[in-house]
Structures are given as structure tokens and as C-alpha cells.
């Protein structure tokens, strides 16, 4: 049994499940993170000044900025943004024996998941975690659904005996690829509800659209190499209702800013990468693979938003037609 649970970064989802895992006592939880004011108050006043300011944290929460604790055997959860996922994880001396769980969203590199591209370079598990989960709601030990993504079997038992007795419910997929890509396109799906909210107050459009949304995932999740299994746990539908209709979400907040008329470049990358990184990366793939783009009229609507002279005025209209 592994009793070290390490976090690769002190941001919000790490402190959450971080404080969440340190009700245990059996294990040791340390947040790692390059932020050393955060690592201090942390460790002497239980409190994250940059996160949660006003939420006091389990005193067994440790954090740390020396990275040479990941040379002990542990749950490594990579808790940073996922554009350096890949470049900074792989340089870090990480015990063979370590079990990674990749929680962030986004892609690799070469357009790959975080997951393959950690697994081509390391001797480790690697394995994912995602799910609708706000981390203000983890913190405040609301029951969260999170999957997770191992093709190790073996895995399924320990990650159980981990979570036991918290908040933290989870269930699991061997389908690694199809849960880090849901963990993708829910982000661009979640834009688009966030622009019909924007011009309409009608749930029944809403709806209409949220389901050709779904559709659209299925399709591209299984031209992909996912499963449609996948989309039935907690990642599938759940994360993509979450992101999609709650006005936490940034992608969703983007989406808003777009109906109403105010995107522009500084706001799109002051609010989220995410989403408008992977329209552009789905819809190069699908040219490259010669499939018919009008099969996706959603992303290409909103391609043609991010990419073009785009009157958005049009773009409920053109979903619908």
C-alpha cells in the first residue's frame, strides 16, 4: 500500500483534493509547488492565500517547494496547467514505482493526451482522473463524481481503498483515451451553450442544442478511438452538463462573452485557453483524417468564430439550419 499522496502544483483543484485526502490519517498529502509564499502559509498558517484565502485548511496538509520528495514512492496527481504538463513532468526524477494520475485538461504534445504522451517517456502508471468538479465544492466536502482512467485493473482496488470515506466518489474506465478527450471537447461544447444563454433565455433552445452538442462528442469521442461507454460516467455527461450550464465555468463565461459581443482576443485568453485551443486542434484533425467537416456543423460554427470575420449575430441560426 502506497501512504504518500504528492501534488504537482498548489493550485486550487490540487489544495481541494489535497485538503479532502489529508482527513486520512493514514496517509502523508504534500502539496509541491515552485509558489513558496503559498507553500508557507500553508504549512504555518493552514490556510492557501492565492485560492482560499478563508477557508482553513487540515493541519495535515502539508506543502513544499522541494521537488526531490517526488524520489519517494507515492500517488503523484499533476495538478498544472496543461500546456507544460508533459515538458515539465517528464523532467522531474519521479520513484519508478510512483502511481501518476494526470488531472489536467487539455492536450500534450503533438496533439496527443497528457496520459499518452507521459506514458510513451516514463516507466510509471499513468493513469487520469476527471469529472464535474468545481474545486470550491471539494474544498467545502460536497460529494464530488470524478473517473478514473487506468487500462491497470489492478489499479481499481487501491484507488477505492484511497477515496474510501471522503467525498470523493469515483468510478473507472480502461478507456484512458476517452476520458481525457471528453475532458477536452466538453470544454468546446460548453462555449456554445454559454453563446445561445448569451442571446436567448429559452431552455427549450437550451436543450436542443445541448443535445446535438452530446451528439457531436459521441462522434467525434468514437472517431477518435474512445468509447461511447465513457460518456455515461462521471466525466462524460456529468462534466460536460457541469461546465456547460453552470456560470462557474470559464468556458462557459467565454461562451457568454462571444453571444454578447464582447470577445476579443485579450478576453479569450484572459478567461481560457482550453476551449479555443482544442476547436482549432478537432478541426485541423478532421481535415487531415478528409472528413467531411459539415458532419460537425457545431465545431465548425464555432471554428468559423474563433478564425474568422464571424457576425455572431448568425450563429443560432446556422446551428439550427
Do not use: W
Request: charged letters at 20%; glycine letters at 6%.
Amino acid at each position: 500500500m502506497i501512504n504518500n499522496i504528492l501534488f504537482i502544483g498548489g493550485g486550487a483543484i490540487a489544495t481541494a483534493i489535497g485538503n479532502v485526502l489529508a482527513e486520512k490519517p493514514a496517509f502523508t498529502v504534500t502539496l509541491i509547488t515552485i509558489e513558496k509564499e503559498v507553500a508557507e502559509s500553508v504549512n504555518q498558517s493552514h490556510i492557501n492565500p492565492k485560492y482560499f484565502p478563508n477557508i482553513k485548511l487540515n493541519k495535515r496538509l502539508k506543502a513544499s517547494s522541494d521537488f526531490s520528495l517526488l524520489t519517494k514512492k507515492a500517488y503523484v496527481f499533476i495538478a498544472i496547467p496543461s500546456v507544460i504538463t508533459v515538458d515539465f513532468i517528464t523532467k522531474q526524477n519521479i520513484h519508478n514505482d510512483s502511481v501518476i494520475i494526470n488531472l489536467a485538461k487539455g492536450f500534450g504534445n503533438n496533439r496527443r493526451t497528457i496520459v499518452e504522451c507521459l506514458a510513451e517517456k516514463m516507466q510509471n502508471p499513468v493513469c487520469t482522473m476527471k469529472g464535474p468538479s468545481f474545486a470550491r465544492e471539494i474544498i467545502n466536502n460536497q460529494h464530488t463524481g470524478l473517473t478514473i482512467g487506468t487500462d491497470n485493473k489492478k489499479l481499481f482496488a487501491a484507488f477505492k481503498e484511497l477515496f474510501n470515506t471522503t467525498s470523493i466518489h469515483v468510478d473507472f474506465s480502461s478507456d484512458v483515451r476517452g476520458v481525457e478527450l471528453l475532458s477536452i471537447l466538453k470544454n468546446i461544447y460548453a462555449i456554445v451553450i454559454g453563446v445561445i444563454d448569451a442571446q436567448f433565455e429559452s431552455p427549450n433552445l437550451k436543450f436542443l442544442i445541448f443535445t446535438k452538442a452530446f451528439e457531436e462528442m459521441r462522434s467525434l469521442l468514437l472517431l477518435f478511438g474512445g468509447s461511447k461507454k465513457t460518456l455515461f460516467t462521471y466525466c462524460g455527461i456529468g462534466d460536460f452538463a457541469l461546465t456547460a450550464l453552470n456560470d462557474l465555468s470559464r468556458n462557459r463565461t467565454l461562451g457568454l462573452l462571444i453571444g454578447k459581443g464582447f470577445f476579443t482576443d485579450y478576453i479569450s485568453e484572459k478567461v481560457v485557453l482550453e476551449g479555443r485551443i482544442a476547436v482549432n486542434v478537432f478541426h485541423d484533425e478532421l481535415k487531415t483524417l478528409n472528413v467531411n467537416i459539415s458532419d460537425y456543423p457545431i465545431l465548425h460554427e464555432l471554428y468559423e468564430v474563433f478564425n474568422t470575420e464571424y457576425d455572431i449575430s448568425k450563429f443560432v441560426g446556422r446551428l439550427i439550419s
